[in-house]
């Protein structure tokens, strides 16, 4: 009897943690992050338009189109390839919300994987979102992860094997939208949300595209930019004037020709656009981090992080400043207004130009959170939800 | 005690008043067409090249430059007239290129040997600060240090970023070897000291 009394009790414990998890998994999956169209938006579209294989699934993502005031160039942003490095969809967020083109057009993606915005490191206790504050109270974002949520994708390969290279790759990658291009029509979720944006981008003619990142301090490909061939000479002038006046080093590295399923190679090699990647540090990544917490994501700040510095373990420095999200997010928005602006040197005739977003500078001053528009006061018609 | 003191004065006077050696007027002048190339594969060179293109300077670009160019360009009768070798490692870029650090510093060694042959003046050069230095590579990653070990003693002219030679590297390589030094700061500054390099 006294067993049967333990054996229920273990059961209703069961079933109320269940329920529990199980509504904050729903929660955070389902979680409105609004998007308040600058002035400067003038269309919105789905992915689906460029494969509409791709229309009812979860990465069937908004693309946010803001055309110049004068022809030029077309830029794409794409933030939200891994979620979990939020300066990259942060950044994104404030030229949707904020941008007005006046030369040339650009393309804005938010939730590239947007699969993996809906789901955290399975088994790594992450904070399901963050909450950016603000002015009129703040945003909240969901975290998400760096693989597409296995409830859209499952089951996983025992060895990933990336289509067309066919180079061997870990078999959680075969979830990694940046292990996945150029992707494939018939292929898994992840494969044909690559395949969408390629057809995207070679329909809409796009001449640059910039993938944002952040990185391990641990990894030795941080703080940097990542080129293919085509735009080495571009990525050269953003990293020389970056580091030259806006107070923070941006590094250049070349995009391997043999490592596959990366945006900086396989956009570069399947399309004309020029593909560049763009890494900040984020020492939530770190594997020696301490606590995994939204404070800690968002100041960038932790004890073991700068004690693995003091043992000459990492590839960027860190002190007790820490990195925070206004930092990481400042670096990207500069370094695309800056791709911008050094394009626009070498090609004058198809000039790129956005008014309205903050450089490096003014986003440390300010905060993001000042940039982020009150979905309260949106314009009818003029706030959408991620 | 005195002495000691009279000693510390005349160091800080000659701090103030001897030149270091990044500020040794340069006077080293290289001629055209330049071979561009690098030791490590690193995109140091790329930085090089884009102010090549805006000096409309005669150059070549190759990052896997071997002495059989120099010997081919000068059967052509149009022999390079200087020789750039841009130092420090990047093992992507070496992985990318299919080629180790040993193979680097020999192709390196034999592009030396044949530009002294003709007589070719050699800029060993660092452009890329403390990140393109060991202290900002994997901890035992060394290739960084090997590939400024093969070039810059060799070299006629040290062309390196202020910011690369925080422990004094290179300005021990300079003093030691005699070899000028010009250092700049700022990556567009670079812009005006290669038109003065290759400026009649």
């Known amino acids: 009897m006294k067993a049967s009394i333990r054996k229920l009790g ?25 998007v308040v169209l600058s ?29 110049g005031k004068e022809p030029g160039a077309t830029l794409c942003i794409l933030g939200g390839t891994h979620p979990e490095e939020p300066a990259g969809r942060l950044a994104a967020w404030l030229f949707a919300e904020n941008g007005v083109m006046m030369k040339g057009r650009l393309i804005v993606v938010l939730s590239a994987n947007r ?89 809409e003619k796009v001449d640059v595209v910039i993938d944002l990142h952040e990185a391990e301090l641990q990894y030795p490909v941080i703080s940097t930019i990542v080129t293919h061939e085509k735009g080495q000479e571009l990525a050269a002038v953003v990293s020389m004037t970056l580091t030259d006046l806006e107070g923070f080093k941006m590094g250049l590295e070349f995009s391997p020709k043999n490592l596959h399923g990366l945006s900086h190679r396989e956009i570069g090699d399947y399309s004309d656009a020029i593909s560049l990647l763009f890494e900040a540090p984020e020492p939530f990544l770190d594997a020696t981090r301490g606590k995994t917490t939204t404070d800690q994501l968002l100041t960038g700040k932790d004890e073991f992080v700068v004690k693995a510095g003091k043992h000459g373990l990492l590839f960027e420095k860190i002190d007790e400043k820490g990195w925070p999200i206004d930092v990481r997010v400042g670096r990207h928005t500069s370094a695309i207004l800056q791709t911008m602006a050094s394009w626009t040197e070498v090609h004058p005739e198809r000039p790129l130009l956005c008014d309205n977003v903050p450089r490096y500078a003014e986003v440390i ?6 940039f982020l528009q009150d979905p309260a006061h949106g314009k009818p018609g003029r706030v959408l939800f991620e | 005690m005195k002495c000691i003191s009279w000693i510390i004065t005349l160091a800080v006077v000659a701090g103030f008043v001897l030149p270091p050696a990044s500020a040794q007027k340069q006077t080293v002048k290289l001629d055209q067409p330049v071979l561009l190339t690098s030791c490590g594969q690193s995109p140091g060179p790329l930085k090089i090249k884009v102010f090549f293109g805006r000096l409309n300077i005669d150059y ?14 000068k059967k052509e009768g149009k022999p390079f007239k200087s020789l750039i070798i841009v130092t420090g490692a990047s093992l992507k870029g070496m992985g990318a290129s299919k080629v180790s650090i040993e193979d680097e510093l020999d192709r390196t060694k034999k592009l030396i040997a044949e530009a002294r042959k003709q007589g070719m003046k050699v800029v060993g050069a660092h452009v ?16 960084d240090e090997l590939s400024i070990d093969a070039v810059c003693p060799q070299s006629d002219l040290l062309l390196v970023r202020k910011d690369g030679d925080e422990d004094k590297r290179f300005t021990a390589i300079s003093t030691g070897k005699k070899i000028p030094l010009v250092t700049f700061e700022k990556n567009m500054e670079l812009s005006d000291v290669l038109k003065n390099l290759y400026q009649k």
């Open chain 1, 365 to 370: 001053e300010k905060g993001i959170g000042k």
């Open chain 1, 115 to 203: 699969s993996a915005t809906t789901v955290t490191r399975v088994g790594g206790a992450y904070p399901p979102d963050f909450i950016i504050p603000s002015p009129w109270g703040g945003q909240t974002f969901r975290l998400g992860d760096r693989w597409s949520n296995p409830l859209d994708q499952w089951p996983d390969p025992e060895v990933y094997i990336h289509y067309p290279s066919g180079q061997y790759l870990a078999y959680l990658d075969s979830r990694n939208l940046n292990r996945c291009w150029p992707g494939r029509p018939n292929g898994t979720l992840t494969e044909k949300t690559a395949y969408a944006f390629l057809e995207m981008i070679k329909k």
């Open chain 1, 39 to 67: 002035d400067g938006v003038t269309q919105v579209m789905k992915l689906s338009k460029y494969f509409p294989d791709i229309e009812g699934t979860a990465n069937d993502c908004n693309i946010y189109v803001l055309e």
């Open chain 2, 128 to 143: 890329e600060g403390m990140e393109r230095r060991a202290q900002g590579a994997t901890p035992g990653d060394n290739s």
């Open chain 1, 10 to 34: 273990f059961s209703i414990a069961g079933l109320v943690l269940l329920v529990v998890s199980g509504l904050s998994f729903y929660e955070s999956r389902h979680l409105k992050e609004p």
């Open chain 2, 60 to 73: 070549v670009y190759n990052l896997q430059a071997s002495a059989g160019d120099l010997s081919a360009k």
